[in-house]
């Protein structure tokens, strides 16, 4: 029975050993990778002279709102560059889900002029790319941004 006892804990300390080290050396990395995100993001916000009022971490991209000159950036992991949207042509914003079946496809923020052409898409959720455990919190903060959006564009 001690040596059952005793090889269970031999084994159990050999794998948080190995496993506790690896987990904080992902968790780093991941931490480095966003605050590279970040520091784009500013720093193209920078380049274009603009103050970002609002920026918010989507997974693996960020989103950056300058409320003075009606511009949404947005920096993904996947792209080297930063993805400039102007909206001064843009009237109204929304949330499009597709579904695949009974599965959510894609999650995106339509950016509308008057005549109700979509101008750019922004995607918040793509399937096989982002954490389906997320769903609720992509489509959350999609209607949150679709919402600050629209009240500074309804100006």
């Known amino acids: 029975m ?23 050396i992902t968790k780093r990395a991941k931490q480095k990778q966003l605050a590279l995100l970040k520091d784009r993001l500013l720093h193209k916000a920078e380049d274009l002279s603009l103050d970002l009022t609002k920026h918010e971490l989507l997974s693996n991209k960020i989103i950056g709102w300058a409320r003075p000159g009606k511009i949404l950036l947005l920096a993904d992991l996947a792209q080297s560059e930063v993805a400039v949207y102007n909206l001064t042509k843009a009237v109204r914003t929304y949330v499009l889900k597709t579904m695949n079946g009974t ?14 052409r979509v101008l750019d898409s922004l995607p918040f959720y793509q399937q096989f790319q982002d954490n389906e455990m ?6 959350k903060q999609a209607k949150d941004w679709e919402t600050l959006l629209n009240a500074y564009l309804s100006r």
């Open 134 to 139: 997320k769903l609720k919190q992509f489509e």
């Open 2 to 24: 001690t040596h059952i006892l005793e090889n269970s804990l031999i084994a159990g300390g050999l794998v948080a050993l190995f496993s506790v080290p690896f987990y904080i």
């Open 103 to 116: 599965s959510v496809r894609s999650i995106s923020l339509q950016i509308a002029d008057a005549q109700n």
